[in-house]
């Protein structure tokens, strides 16, 4: 009898500016991406699922044409493609943090265009120029939209006039002497999933479990949990001195004069609240990182 094949899921990971964070967010989901230096198959050590290192500018066309079950990208370049992708959900990180980027519109801070209808007969460099010429047109505004390969910010003023660029904390636009005119686009990560194999039982409950799972990790960012032990009689005033995710878990003890608490807060708060609490009364408070909050 011939062996049962067995099932694999595909999965595009993004090269580039993502690759990084996104192994790191795979890590604290629980899977470990090994990316190896000029290698475009990374190793994952979920034997069920093949990876393919993917520029986030294509990925979305190979989702939609069944060479990747899935994979993860920007919503810009899934808007730029027109892509008929499901999106299966929107995780929010990025090369810097948890913000969503931004493509913005950009000039020369000397530049005499003020307003988007300057814009009129110029040239504007930028990789995303589908959506670009779209928001021009919404905006009753023609201009020539040029591709850009890259160093977009050096351009104005001598080989464009403006630029939309991706930022995400704008740094490098002020580093080149551009102030932003307008925000043409907010974007975030996206897992997107080819429409066969969403419809593939197999592959649609592994794509939705590993959905709950990057959810989970990104949810996890920023927070850690905290258990102490508090005397009964103390309860109120800890309780009154937690902010907490949900309500906190309390929890008997042998002890019938104590309980224990658990709960869920924002990292941040943790150097001004534990003297707080050890102060109401609390005792063996522990701090623990987390990987993953699953609501």
Known sequence: ??????????????????????????????????????????????????????????????????????????RDWMMEQNSKAVEVSELQYAKAGLRPVRWVLAVPNDSKIKKIKDLQGKRIATELVGHTKRFLKKHGVTAKVEFSWGATEVKPPELADAIVELTETGSSLRANNLRILDTILESNTLLLANRDSWKDKWKREKIENLSLLLKAAIAAEGKVGLKMNVPKKKLDEVLASLPSLHSPTVNAQNDDKWV?????????????????????????????PLNKVVF
């Open 1 to 74: 009898m011939a062996a049962k094949k067995q099932n694999i899921l595909r999965l595009g990971i993004p090269k580039g500016s993502l690759q990084e964070s996104t192994a790191r967010l795979f890590e604290k989901a629980g899977y470990r991406i090994n990316i190896k230096s000029r290698s475009y198959k990374p190793e994952c050590d979920d034997p069920e699922i093949t990876c393919l290192l993917i520029r986030a500018q294509e990925m979305a066309r190979y989702i939609d044409e069944g060479l990747l079950d899935c994979g993860l990208t920007g």
């Open 260 to 288: 224990s608490i658990e709960v869920i807060i924002d990292e941040k708060v943790v150097r001004d609240i534990v003297p707080q609490l050890k102060r109401a009364g609390a005792a063996g408070i522990v701090e623990y």
